[in-house]
């Protein structure tokens, strides 16, 4: 059975930093396409970062340059490094493994920008 675990959100100013994690059991990362997606009140889940097999990122325009994801193989952990955020970021942020209509989601965590 896989289960996903984030952590990390919280409460940050604008312009301010936040690294979620993303920890799997029942799935090996590494072997898998990994993706972190948003929700905002309102909105549709948008993809905001993915990471590869081989360790290729990818990121819409809107994060692009201020978000970076990686992944820690002996932790079986991706992160999300957010920087320069904005209060347009705020959300519940999610990973999903693997990618695709039949994938794992994990319960969310809550990102909150405001001053």
């Known amino acids: 059975q896989v289960q996903l675990v984030e952590s990390g959100g919280g409460l940050v100013q604008p312009g301010g930093s936040l690294r979620l994690s993303c920890a799997a059991s029942?799935?090996?990362?590494?072997?898998?396409?990994v993706g972190w997606y948003r929700q905002a009140p309102g909105k549709q889940r948008e993809l905001v970062a993915t990471?590869?097999?081989?360790?290729?990122?990818n990121y819409p325009d809107s994060v692009k340059g201020r978000f970076t994801t990686s992944r820690d193989n002996a932790k079986n952990t991706v992160y999300l490094q957010m920087n320069s955020l904005k209060p347009e970021d705020t959300a519940v942020y999610y990973c999903?493994?693997?990618?695709?209509?039949?994938?794992?989601w994990g319960q969310g965590t809550q990102v909150t920008v405001s001053s």
């Open positions: 029942g799935i090996s990362f590494s072997n898998n396409v």
């Open positions: 999903k493994a693997p990618l695709g209509p039949f994938g794992s």
């Open positions: 990471i590869t097999r081989t360790g290729f990122t």
